[in-house]
């Protein structure tokens, strides 16, 4: 079993920056690849960004493209989000989540453990 505990979010202006981050217990993260998603409330969840097992491939939805950095620290068992120039639109819940599969995928069905999220809101 794994527990995914995020942190970092917060309320921010427009074109401010935030770090989300992404803490794991129970089971190393090098076994996982690991995405965001986040919920706007009346949306579906949607793929923000995901990272490969050893950290070597990336992958962004194309509104956060150039705004957005994940990386992971597979030593202390944690990923992070750098979200710079947040906009309104970005206002959501933001969730980690860790996938068995070898491959980053943007469906939530691939992603085997969540955590409880994190609230995101940028003022405009």
């Known amino acids: 079993q794994v527990q995914l505990v995020e942190s970092g979010g917060g309320l921010v202006q427009a074109g401010g920056s935030l770090r989300l981050s992404c803490r794991a217990s129970?089971?190393?993260?090098?076994?996982?690849?690991m995405g965001w998603f986040r919920q706007a409330p009346g949306k579906e969840r949607e793929f923000v960004a995901g990272?490969?097992?050893?950290?070597?491939?990336?992958y962004y939805e194309d509104s956060v493209k150039g705004r957005f950095t994940i990386s992971r620290d597979n030593a202390k068992n944690t990923i992070y989000l750098q979200m710079n120039s947040l906009k309104p639109e970005d206002t959501a819940v933001y969730y980690c989540?860790?996938?068995?599969?070898?491959?980053?995928?943007?469906?939530?069905?691939?992603?085997?453990?969540w955590g409880q999220g994190t609230q995101v809101t940028v003022s405009s």
């Open positions: 990272i490969s097992r050893s950290g070597g491939s990336t």
């Open positions: 129970g089971r190393t993260i090098s076994d996982f690849v």
């Open positions: 989540a860790a996938g068995f599969g070898v491959r980053v995928k943007e469906e939530s069905n691939s992603y085997n453990y």
